[in-house]
């Protein structure tokens, strides 16, 4: 039986989401192609008695250390405990899956530590980016978060996160959209060659909930056109209800020269360089 297990945890990024309606209990219909970075939260899971949580790393802070935090609800679907150590690396509230990530690599822990599965659990009713945490595989996302497709062969992207340090609700934004019944994304989305062919096609692309979050949030927008302005940047875009910005950039290099400008520019904002793409390899439980 495994003991001790480390988790990656990586970051969700919306490279598209497109809001195509409501249903009746007021949850939207998404449209969203989803990927997954090569930053992230950790969790260190070790077998217990009992349940534990600690919180530690550069935003441990803002983290709900209480029994209703989402990393413990979802283990203790698990039997008997588990001492659990988060360390915190992404900003909470920040439209890149920050809680959702950190429950599903606690699940995908648990499920390897205690040999339990879990089929039948909920975790959409926990959070709406769990389900495609679990994987943390670049997807299609529809329904309400419930409808995943894997996408295969997308090419990596490299990219700077920024987030402004501005808290914003999700379901404020959602209540703030002036359309909720836009189109979709193509029914059978287009092959790329490369990350410049995927980035030329992601800019006809858009995040329909971007517009109501700049205008409850114009940091936002400050910080998309700041991310824009850096030399090499390709494409510049929120992430899910935000405040998280992403811009493409055509290699690592420029990607982590443009994080260093940005970061320089701006010291009170949240700012990493890294790779966007499939992640499940990553997040797979490592035995300590
Ligand atoms: O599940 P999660 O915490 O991510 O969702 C936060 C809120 O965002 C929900 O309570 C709901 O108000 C809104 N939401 C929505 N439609 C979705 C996902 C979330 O309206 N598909």
């Known amino acids: 039986m495994v003991t001790g297990l480390r988790v990656f945890a990586p970051a969700k990024i919306n490279l598209t989401l497109n809001v195509t309606g409501q249903r009746d209990d007021g949850y939207h219909l998404l449209d969203s192609l ?4 090569d930053v992230g939260d950790v969790v260190h899971l070790r077998a217990a008695d009992a349940w534990s949580l600690q919180v530690d790393g550069p935003e441990a802070a803002s983290v709900p250390a209480g029994d209703d935090n989402l990393v413990l609800r979802v283990a203790r679907l698990f ?7 988060l360390t915190k690396e992404l900003p909470v509230a920040s439209g ?25 659990v909920d975790l959409l009713a926990l959070g709406a980016d769990i389900p495609v945490c679990v994987s943390s595989q670049a997807a299609r996302m529809q329904g309400v978060g419930d409808v995943i497709t894997p996408v295969g062969g997308l090419p990596d992207l490299h990219v700077v996160l920024a987030n402004p340090r501005v808290a914003v609700s999700t379901p404020h934004i959602f209540r703030t959209l002036a359309h909720k019944d836009n189109a979709p994304m193509p029914a059978i989305l287009p092959t790329f060659t490369d990350a410049a ?25 400050l910080t998309r056109q700041a991310m824009a302005a850096l030399p090499g940047c390709m494409l510049a875009r929120m992430s899910g209800s935000g405040a998280t910005c992403f811009g493409v950039f055509k290699s690592a290099t420029a990607a982590t020269q443009a ?30």
């Open 197 to 221: 062919d995927l980035c030329a096609w992601l800019a006809t692309q858009r995040n329909d909930l971007q517009a109501a979050a700049e205008s409850i949030a114009p940091q936002i927008a």
């Open 259 to 288: 994080a260093q400008r940005l970061a320089h520019a701006q010291p009170g904002w949240w700012v990493r360089a890294g790779r966007l793409g499939s992640m499940q390899d990553a997040a797979r439980p490592q035995a300590l």
């Open 34 to 37: 989803v990927v997954f970075a």
């Open 79 to 85: 039997a008997p405990g588990a001492a659990l150590t």
């Open 96 to 120: 890149i899956g920050g809680g959702s990530a950190d429950a599903a690599a606690v699940w995908r822990g648990l499920g390897v530590m205690t040999g339990q599965g879990r089929d039948g």
